[in-house]
């Protein structure tokens, strides 16, 4: 979903919707989702680790409303193109049917739980989410579609069962074996919140994230990403083996996470191979990371947490090697500019994002700083964007 240089106003979307699909008797329902960013905890997931996730003010907005019949009907304000189905159809994935497999494959989640929906319904979205920009507008689609029918068809589905909604989607109808972590954020996020997740248990904390006069700048490499599947594929493994070398030694631990620094310092030795002690030793102060930037925001220490977003950037990029030239450009250059606290590489890396927390006062200096740099390393520009936090899924009209 793309985004313009003027943002689309929601209040325009009524508008437009009648002047898609004509008038009828049923009122047009109007819902926004979030995109979202994850402040801090990267590649340790699948470790057994936290995540720290935040919902920001870049949002996806859904109009809907019944018809009488059993016909659905998707459109977009920026994009043209009608896509037509049946309430009663089986829902397949086809390529072309470009975002409509999105929206398709959470009914057949629905559908799969044996709710049913007792007409058809018209779509009309519009987005202000950078495409592509790494902060998840696929997930913000699936999420503010889910909520916007659930909802308009009072059918009982909780926020979290939205996101399984999401997750399972992806998998099984998609064909995408993704974690959890974004949906999860987009239909439980709240403004002035971080959220503190465990990907495994779906134990989640909400911590407060005051920025005062502070902003997140997204940065986006806009590299086009060749090797990160099988990148991601190998550390896994070399997290396996790591863990299994502890577990053969009589480390009674099921994941990396699960062990303390100081504990970890005490049996890291058994992990001969320095690759694989390497891979471990991020996963592992990584974790104690998110429990610190979550302790820092607690007491509102923004110094803090920028100096934790440092670390595990130099982290992800020392030890668990999965920035590259783009990356490590945009935030090595983000954290030395005046008013920015802190900045990291986020998501799976060899391209993709970076953020920092600057000073709203500084944000228009920074970008035009850290683009120049980036150009003149890279030979082509960055893509940036300044957020604050926000709400999850809603009804907004």
Known sequence: MGLTSKEYDPKDLPAEFLKTYGKNDNEIRVYASPARINIIGEHIDYNGGKVFPAAIDRYLYVAIRKRADSKIIYNDVRFPGTYEF???????????????NYLNGILSQIKAQGYKLDSGFEILMVSNVPAGGGISS?????????????????LKIDRVEIAKLGQMSEHNFMGVNCGIMDQFIIATGKKNTAEMLDCATLEYEYAPLELGDYRFVVMNTNKVRKLSDSKYNERRSQCESALKILQDNGVAVKALCELSPAKW??????????ILQKRANHCVYENQRVLDAVAALKVGDLKKLGSL???????????????????DTLAETSQKQPGCLGARMTGAGFGG????LVHKDNVDSFIENVQK???A??????????CSSGDGVARVL
Request: negative net charge; contains cysteine; aromatic residues 16%.
């Open 138 to 154: 696929s997930s913000a689609l699936e999420c503010g579609f889910a909520y916007a029918v659930i909802d308009t068809f009072g």
């Open 373 to 375: 740099e980036y150009t």
């Open 265 to 274: 310092e005490e049996v890291k030795h058994f992990v001969s191979d320095e």
């Open 309 to 327: 977003l440092n670390a595990s950037h130099a982290s992800l990029k020392t030890d668990y090697e999965v920035t590259g030239l783009e990356l």
């Open 377 to 386: 390393k890279v030979g082509y520009a960055a893509g940036f964007f300044e």
């Open 86 to 100: 049946d309430i009663n159809d089986n829902f397949a994935f086809d390529k072309k049917n470009d975002y409509a």
């Open 353 to 356: 994002c970076a953020i920092a």
